[in-house]
């Protein structure tokens, strides 16, 4: 999920012939709950044959029609162990059945996953176990109806690792699985398909795990040192080609001169669309006729007046940075380094105005001395620098005109909205604060999320700040319409705590500094969480139209009965009241960002 990846994984080896594995998980209960059955221990992955696939480098950015997929087997019913049949099993080659022995050895005997961060008992408990594919299944509707305006798709990405882990697991190390329901005249169809990343293919060949995973499994040198040689010797013998993309493409989805892209910013975006049927295509890597190299951010922002999006990579050598931008019809311009970025710095997020594009270099960045020393991640905070916020030209050329300013304690994950005020010479910026940095990759349940309003004086340098909310409040969202404008109102998730989300919460962002600014909140109930909410518009193009007429949907599970819906909220109602609740065919685990796409613009695919 984060580009300093790429520090470790530069180099790994190719395949061509693919098969894609249907992965059965038997997953065992502790305890004779009313749980649903995915709870703590997951005993049994089996892998099983299907036909080729490609996922080839595309140099263009307009790829290839797919040839038609065809359709896989729908899982059973049960949660504890879907099955679908039995077929031949992927045979591994001998030098793939040495490596992961010596795997083993390093997993078992060398770096265990003792800490519950990295434990995939505890990781993978619950409703973040993961699932199989699922084919395009009809829905229930089962309170309400569907709004018109909502002919389209919602699409959510998340991790739902392909195959048992073998050693330490991290949340953020799960391939991405894309969970869409194409809703078309009243009616929802749910699917669920991987993001066939190049990384995902090979190991989908393979049968097993061939790369180690990046946020838990170079934890201390002795870790690094022997899965680092482990990686290299698989790299020599052919087996992965780190030059054809060592991402996940788990975290989020964009859509921008006509395309649809899978993100994770350790890789380049992966084109995708849906069929007319809703199932998922992953159409291949993008690299934009070769102008884009290594990684994109996963947090592009579109401008919805000019149709443009703007972008960012950041790793772990110089330029640290580098900032650029697409046009209306998805052309990559011109690079940006950033080298007044003097570190690196952990940049998975930001925003922009009309004028101006805004990064916050915060306290958490490359920490190679814990790793050494202490035996924690390559990925660390340090909490003797002073964040800090850069500001440069939306269309700058260079580096030139980048202004840097201090603001202490300031650490923002995810950016909310940014816009100019009094003629541009003012920037107001609105993002959760994570206080408590350090926990932000070890335990998140301890992280506290406070949404500021960051207001910096371009003529004075002023910086002021003050809280919107003292609610645990990410993943926060607003009418797409309104990024790089001012905007009144915020959906945000509030968590219960991270990264589970009990409800979402309406702020209303313009009332002053020690105002009650929750204009409008929806508590799931008990044991019942979702996700990052997200807002659809009734009527997007109409100028005349409110900012918040329109409806707030996410996906809720009940972890109680292990059922799992998709809820429309009217965004106006103070209780943001549900409109229509939508039963789905089996649970949708835990996960990441989403996007809604119109049915129009699915037509221009």
């Not at 989805?253 to 910013?265: D, M, P, V």
């Not at 201090?406 to 604060?433: K, Q, R, S, T």
């Not at 309003?453 to 609610?471: E, F, N, Q, W, Y």
Request: charged share 20%.
């Amino acid at each position: 999920m984060d580009a300093f990846s790429s520090s470790f994984l530069s180099t790994l080896p190719p395949s061509t012939k693919l098969r894609s594995p249907v992965i059965t998980t038997t997953l065992r209960s502790t305890s004779p709950s009313p749980y649903y059955a995915p709870l703590p221990y997951i005993s049994s992955v089996r892998i099983e044959e299907k036909p080729p696939t490609s996922t080839a480098t595309t140099k263009t950015s307009h790829p290839p029609p797919p040839q038609s997929p065809k359709a896989w087997p729908p899982p059973a019913p049960s949660y504890a162990s879907p099955s679908v049949g039995a077929k031949k099993r992927v045979e591994p080659r001998l030098s793939t059945v040495i490596f992961n022995t010596f795997d083993d050895i390093i997993n078992n005997f060398i770096d265990p996953p003792l800490r519950p961060s990295v434990d995939p008992k505890h990781v993978l408990s619950h409703n973040f176990a993961p699932v199989d594919e699922l084919p395009p299944t009809p829905c229930e509707v089962i309170q309400g109806s569907l709004p018109p305006c909502l002919d389209g798709a919602y699409i959510r990405n998340g991790p739902n690792p392909q195959f048992l882990p073998r050693g330490p697991y991290h949340l953020f190390d799960g391939d991405g699985m894309l969970h869409s329901i194409r809703i078309s005249r009243g009616k929802a169809t749910l699917c669920s398909r991987y993001v066939k990343t190049y990384k995902y293919s090979i190991e989908n060949k393979m049968g097993s795990t061939v790369f180690p995973n990046v946020f838990s499994g170079f934890n201390g040198l002795t870790a690094a040192a022997t899965r680092g040689a482990l990686s290299a010797v698989r790299i020599l013998s052919g087996e992965f080609n780190p030059a054809n993309g060592i991402g996940l493409a788990n975290t989020s989805l964009a859509l921008f001169g006509n395309r649809l892209y899978a993100l994770g910013e350790s890789d380049l975006p992966y084109s995708i669309r849906l069929t007319s049927t809703g199932d998922i295509q992953t159409l291949g890597r993008i690299d934009f006729d070769g102008k884009l190299f290594m990684s994109m951010t996963a947090h592009p922002k579109i401008d919805d007046d000019t149709g443009e999006a703007f972008a960012f990579r950041y790793g772990p050598v110089p330029p640290y940075l580098t900032y650029f931008h697409f046009d209306a019809n998805g052309n990559k311009q011109p690079d940006v380094p950033i080298f007044s970025m003097t570190r690196p710095s952990f940049l998975h997020d930001f925003a922009i105005t009309k004028k101006y594009a805004i990064f916050a270099d915060i306290q958490i960045g490359m920490n190679p001395m814990d790793m050494i020393i202490g035996g924690g991640s390559p990925v660390g905070t340090d909490p003797a620098k002073v964040p800090r916020i850069g500001i440069i030209p939306r269309y700058a050329k260079d580096e030139s005109e980048i202004r840097w300013f201090d603001v202490p304690g300031f650490n923002l994950i995810h950016a909310i909205n940014a816009w100019d005020e009094d003629d541009g010479n003012a920037i107001v910026l609105l993002a959760p604060n994570i206080l408590s940095v350090e926990h932000t990759l070890e335990r998140m349940d301890l992280v506290h999320a406070l949404v500021e309003k960051v207001r910096i004086d371009l003529r004075t340098g002023l910086v002021t700040r003050h809280p919107i909310s003292a609610r645990n409040l990410d993943f926060a969202v607003l009418n797409p319409a309104y990024v790089a404008k001012k905007n009144k109102y915020v959906y945000a998730a509030v968590g219960d705590p991270m990264p589970k989300i009990a409800g979402v919460v309406k702020l209303d962002v313009s009332k002053g500094e020690r105002q009650e600014c929750t204009v409008g909140s929806r508590m799931y109930g008990p044991g019942c969480f979702g996700g990052e909410p997200f807002f659809v518009a009734k009527e997007p193009q109409n100028p005349e139209a409110d900012e918040d007429d329109g409806y707030v949907v996410s996906y809720v599970h009940n972890e109680n009965t292990g059922e799992s819906r998709f809820l429309v909220m009217d965004a106006q109602s103070p209780n943001l009241d549900i409109v229509a609740a939508v039963k789905l065919p089996r649970r949708v685990p835990y996960g990441f960002h989403g996007l809604f796409v119109r049915e129009s613009d699915l037509n221009k695919l």
